[in-house]
């Protein structure tokens, strides 16, 4: 069984420049997640979908940062524009209702 | 924000030593569970505790949950390198969140 895939593994950009970051969930999994993880802490919940609909988005910076998650499968999350501080590893997770999470292997941005 | 502490944030260990990480909430769990996150790697699921007092074992982890439902700990037994990593506690219910634990991170020494 194929894992949560995202896409792209790693990503440079200059600040102030958009981004956008790509997930797969696990087939059947209806709920998936956005993290934040800075280096040395753990992952931090943006967004929560519940199929496609966003049960809870009160921790995303919604002046910059945006998510869909369209057929509720597929899931987007975009950041414009990007900031220096916005330099972290994000992560997709999906899970069936509040059972265990199944992470991707993340998208590492770095913000020059 | 975050509603779960984690002690100790370090923890070094020489190999063959045993190991504890302690979750604390602000708040009576319904249930907790624990990830792992290897060095450049993602987390993954180790257990989910439901029940106060419940004790789980995997090989030479042991997890705990608290009889009051708001502590959580990770034992690990004989420490080996594979074991190096980041515990993340998690709260999956409170506030519909699914909040993850500040972590501790495992240094085995050979």
């Known amino acids: 069984e194929a894992g949560v895939v995202q896409s792209p593994r790693y990503k440079i950009i200059e600040k102030k420049q958009p981004v956008a970051f790509w997930c797969n969930p696990i087939?059947?999994?209806?709920?998936l997640y956005w993290y934040l993880q800075n280096l040395g802490q753990g992952p931090e919940l943006l967004i929560r979908?519940?199929?496609?609909?966003?049960?809870?988005d009160s921790q995303l910076p919604k002046d910059r940062f945006s998510a869909e998650r369209l057929k509720g499968v597929d899931s987007t999350l975009k950041i414009q524009p990007a900031e220096l501080g916005d330099s972290a590893v994000y992560l997709c997770a999906s899970s069936l209702e509040a059972g265990e999470l199944f992470f991707g292997e993340g998208s590492r941005l770095t913000v020059l | 924000g975050q509603q779960v502490m984690q002690i100790p944030q370090y923890q070094h260990v020489q190999e063959g030593e045993d190991f504890t990480t302690y979750c604390n909430s602000s708040?009576?769990?319904?249930?907790i569970q624990w990830y792992k996150q290897r060095p450049g790697g993602h987390p993954v699921f180790l257990i989910q505790?439901?029940?106060?007092?419940e004790v789980k074992k995997q090989k030479r982890l042991t997890f705990q949950f608290g009889e009051a439902k708001k502590n959580s700990s990770l034992h690990i037994t004989a420490t080996q390198t594979t074991d190096v990593g980041t515990y993340f506690c998690?709260?999956?219910?409170?506030?519909?969140?699914?909040?993850f634990g500040t972590g501790t991170s495992l240094t085995v020494i050979p």
């Open positions: 505790l439901v029940k106060s007092g």
């Open positions: 998690a709260d999956p219910i409170t506030g519909n969140q699914f909040y």
């Open positions: 979908y519940e199929n496609e609909e966003a049960v809870d």
């Open positions: 087939s059947g999994h209806n709920t």
């Open positions: 708040t009576t769990l319904s249930n």
